[in-house]
Structure formats: structure tokens, C-alpha cells
């Protein structure tokens, strides 16, 4: 596959990108299995969120490299991204933290990115 002049490819390229349009500070999970801003500390149920937008990288030599990017935004506006490993290299040892995910609505925006 050819590589268009400007295309994103790698993680730190699209957060870079991602950065300069807001999505600067992570949601992490917190201690009661809710989402919590890095930013604010607003705690978040699923249904608080909405994901705009999903990356999937893979690695190509290594498969602890495959990560996947969620960018996110509170019903106010506050921006912000969570990162995974997806598969069975999971960096989310918490417990219901692929439940939650799933239960976030999702709205893409391919375009507005």
C-alpha cells in the first residue's frame, strides 16, 4: 500500500495531530470502574461520553505494538483521548474497562477530524 503525501500512519502522528485540536488529555479509568478526565477530574459514567473518532494501529514487527486510540468528548465539550492495547496485549488491567467502552455511544466525525 502506497502512502499518500501527508497521511498519517504511526500513533504518535495522529496524537500529535490530535493534540493541536484539543484532544490533549487522557481519560483514564477510575477506582469505581468510571472514566475520569486527567484534565478536570469529572468522573464519567459511559453514557457521559460519546467517541468521536477511532484509530487502529498495528504493529509490524511486533504484535505488543498494536494499540488502539479513542477520542472522546463530555456532553460540555471537554476533549480527550483514551489508549489501549487491544487483544490479549490489553494495557487496561482494570476491572470493566471493555464493558465501559463498549457501552460509550459512538458518533463518528470522520470528516471533522
Not at 72 to 83: R, T
Amino acid at each position: 500500500m502506497q502512502e499518500k503525501p501527508g497521511e498519517m500512519t504511526t500513533l504518535s502522528q495522529v496524537m500529535e495531530k490530535m493534540r493541536h485540536k484539543g484532544y490533549d488529555h487522557e481519560f483514564k479509568m477510575s477506582d469505581h470502574g468510571r472514566m475520569q478526565s486527567t484534565e478536570s477530574n469529572k468522573v464519567f459514567n459511559p453514557e457521559d461520553l460519546k467517541i468521536v473518532k477511532t484509530f487502529r494501529f498495528e504493529g509490524e514487527s511486533d504484535p505488543a505494538d498494536s494499540n488502539i486510540l479513542y477520542l472522546m468528548e463530555d456532553a460540555e465539550g471537554e476533549k480527550g483521548f483514551v489508549l489501549d492495547a487491544y487483544g490479549m496485549y490489553s494495557s487496561h488491567e482494570e476491572s470493566g474497562f471493555d464493558d465501559f467502552i463498549k457501552k460509550i455511544p459512538v458518533e463518528d466525525r470522520e470528516e471533522q477530524i
